[in-house]
């Protein structure tokens, strides 16, 4: 590791710092090195200083209702999450972990994949939220710019952490975010990069490696999708463009658009994606896409010629966070779900399932001891130089959101 | 409950002169009633949302805003037009395929035509979903139907008129086409059928009696009589399928998006409410003076 990765000026360093998602042991040295205030603070304890303004700034944030708990009466809770997002049996057919959670402690688990993108999601329960209902859901897993706005429209509860003690094990550098000081309202579930996934078989055994021959190499024409995440999408062209995305400009963000629209008009696209394009990537429908990495490894384990590849250029980091909404029926048995899964055993069986970044304290070590090869994957345990390729898209104002998904759906609807 | 009361005092009494004069509007209450709930009451609300502005977080406020019908138009309208030909397109192949059956059917199928119409609704027995994912399976790179039409050439002369952009068929033009016209394919057969079933077939022995030939009974007696059937057939294939938007969303690819796709997503994933109703708004307008010109043209008014 060279000094530069640890210059205190180095955006993307610090971006990856305050989202947490340095490794433990360079965190710890980053620190050190950067001597990050709010870094250092969130090292203390969780839960404490609420006082600082969400990402948005400004907007007085509503306080979600909540609903009469029938946590201890009906024994259930209700989850949904995105696909192929937890360990799975050899025959596909159970999920061990919500399996022994039930054992454990009674509570069954109705576990449902209909997360495809957060925007459809946000559309599916938004008019049940404002209207006071229950969305017949107890906790899902939203990506983080998603946590600030359900946050700020008062659609998510505070957690009680009396329910959750297992909570002191996340990871330090994800204890304080901007969107959520102290982690009062989520805790995070897996956290991963956005690159590129595609099949051997349908690209004649070519390699895809970066964003630009993704989108015009004439090999993929028609065969590659983009995702419907507009900070995935259009964050990968613009660092493939070389600018960066934690600072980006108005004039950045267009000309990333203007690199879509031309590879849109030339025929090189299929269609924009959610979570769905596992399927057609696995049959070889679709040659090459912008995918979660994690995703495309999961799909390896059946099919050889499914590879992945980080652009050399950059490529985007998330995390997907537990929340729990308004009026949800089952509240304290979804947090003793957060607090199960929040043991570094349990984290690991699903981060050896999914290949994200678990966000627990312990995991590597419990890791190791499933699959010593797993310690090895720099998807599940990124080296320094992964995350020094990594970037987080910036916090987006109310006004630059609505006009910055004006222009993305553009290209993506019509 | 408004018209039990009427029969009752109806068949109590013999109905004064008045009292008969509001039967049939109280008969067509129900029906009013229906429309205003499930139509007019939608359609006020999506005027005024179309002339609102705003954004999901800080709510929608009205502003008479009527440029986004401007804007819509201007950065849609290849999508309209899109819609537009496609279904034309779907329901004139439509029509080419379902005459001839809707005719053996109700001329020729004797005791079997109760089973054969069983046959032609039996698709809808499963969901419409199912069914367009089902043409996924059927255009797939990989099933006989592409290598057949590979072999033969076919996909050769369907890239050369620009339906297909490679040697497969799905994702393509020709696959939500294909796709549109399956789907709305029963739609048409059904008029098609009630009207066809009604043909005397002595008008068609009598034309042969009187020596025209059978292209000219079919343009002279048949087509005449059938034309109910195929106005309202059209109409009950085209107006759906302009408006449809799972089949472009897939079978197609991002240069087939059709207008039902582009609304579903404004209203759905991008919660961009005004530019949705606006673009709901202008379908419709288009799809009411279309179908008024066409019905003038066909001159059926007065059968239908």
Redesign the interface.
Known sequence: MNDKSFDKDNPILRAALMRGLVSRRSAMMGAAGVGAAAFLAACGSAGKNASTGGA?GG?ASRTAAAAQDMSDTEKVVNWSNWTEYIDTSEDGKSRPTLDAFQKQTGIKVNYTEDYL?N??F???V?PLLEGGKDTGRDVWCSTDWMVS?LI??GYVQKLDLANIPNAKNLDDSLKNVEFDPGRQYSLPWQSGFAGIGYNLKATGGKKIESITQLLTDPAL??KVTLL?EMRDTVGLVMMEQGKDISKFTDADFQAAIDMLQQA?DS?Q????TGNEYTEGLA???IAACVAWTGDVVQLQFDNKDIQYALPEKGFTLWSDNFVIPALAKHKKNAEKLIDYYYDPAVMAQVAAWVNYIAPVKGTEEELVKIDPELGKNPLIVPTDEVLARAQVFRGLS?AEE?KY??LF??L??? | MAETAVLSTGSAAPPSRRRRNWVPYALLLPGILWLIVFFVLPMVTLASQSLQEG????GYVFTANFSIYVDALK??W??FVRSFVYAGIATGLALLLAYPLAYFIAQKAGRHKNLVLVLVIAPFFTSFLIRTLAWRTIL??DWFITTWAQNLHITDFLQAVGLT??DSL??SQFAVIMGLTYNFLPFMILPLYTSLERLDPRLIEAAGDLYASPWQTFRKVTWPLSLPGVVAGTLLTFIPAAGDFINA?LLG???T?MIG??ID????????YPLAAALSFILLILIVAMVSVYVRRAGTEELL
């Open positions: 948005s907007v993108d925007d459809e946000y559309a599916k938004r706005r700020r429209q024409k028609g419907t849109k025929g696209i299929l269609r924009f049959k070889g429908d109310t609505t998904n004006k759906s553009a993506t609807t019509a | 954004n999901v977080d800080d950065q849609y290849p999508q797939s790179d952009d490679n799905l994702n969303r690819n991002t240069q998006t796709s582009v997503a404004q209203f759905l994933r991008v919660l961009d």
